[in-house]
């Protein structure tokens, strides 16, 4: 994986998993890990965060339609979430918010500073994204609401 120890990707999908519990999906688990060319992320729903300071890059995280309305619902107490709506795309987004924060507090106890940029959410039937083109470790879940897909490029890591 280039330059960038491995150390630095993991906190990310660690952080999902530690989020995700929080609102009852308990059961997660890690179906592939792959080592990618760029930034890239193919189901319908698509959340990107900037990543700045020491740790410099982006997070994707990549669902399709079903799995964010799932978690959406999880989000909001339960409330039914038949489509995409405003409300349900700003939990949605929270949650990105709550997973990349999370990873940045792990990232600190390494003596790392990481700011994060407002998540930007982009949805769309037979959507691809190429975000950016870093080698990008990306880790596909299972997981009760459903499968999704955490992308993790980082272009710099200062010392």
């Given at each position: 994986?280039?330059?960038?120890?491995?150390?630095?990707?993991?906190?990310?999908?660690?952080?999902?998993?530690?989020?995700?519990?929080?609102?009852?999906?308990?059961?997660?688990?890690?179906?592939?890990?792959?080592?990618?060319?760029?930034?890239?992320?193919?189901?319908?729903?698509?959340?990107?965060?900037?990543?700045?300071?020491?740790?410099?890059?982006?997070?994707?995280?990549?669902?399709?339609?079903?799995?964010?309305?799932?978690?959406?619902?999880?989000?909001?107490?339960?409330?039914?979430?038949?489509?995409?709506?405003?409300?349900?795309?700003?939990?949605?987004?929270?949650?990105?918010?709550?997973?990349?924060?999370?990873?940045?507090?792990?990232?600190?106890?390494?003596?790392?500073?990481?700011?994060?940029?407002?998540?930007?959410?982009?949805?769309?039937?037979?959507l691809i994204m190429i975000i950016s083109?870093?080698?990008?470790?990306?880790?596909?879940?299972?997981?009760?609401?459903?499968?999704?897909?955490?992308?993790?490029?980082?272009?710099?890591?200062?010392?």
């Amino acid at each position: 994986m280039s330059h960038i120890p491995s150390k630095y990707y993991l906190p990310f999908a660690d952080a999902l998993t530690e989020v995700f519990q929080q609102f009852g999906i308990s059961e997660i688990n890690r179906s592939d890990l792959t080592l990618k060319e760029s930034l890239y992320m193919d189901y319908e729903v698509c959340l990107i965060v900037g990543l700045t300071d020491d740790i410099q890059g982006n997070l994707g995280i990549s669902m399709p339609s079903d799995t964010a309305r799932q978690i959406a619902s999880l989000a909001m107490g339960g409330m039914e979430v038949a489509q995409l709506d405003e409300m349900a795309k700003s939990a949605i987004t929270e949650i990105s918010n709550m997973v990349t924060a999370a990873a940045a507090r792990k990232l600190s106890s390494m003596d790392k500073t990481v700011d994060i940029t407002p998540p930007t959410l982009v949805t769309g039937d037979d959507l691809i994204m190429i975000i950016s083109q870093v080698d990008t470790l990306s880790v596909s879940l299972d997981s009760a609401a459903g499968p999704l897909q955490i992308n993790i490029g980082l272009e710099t890591v200062k010392d």
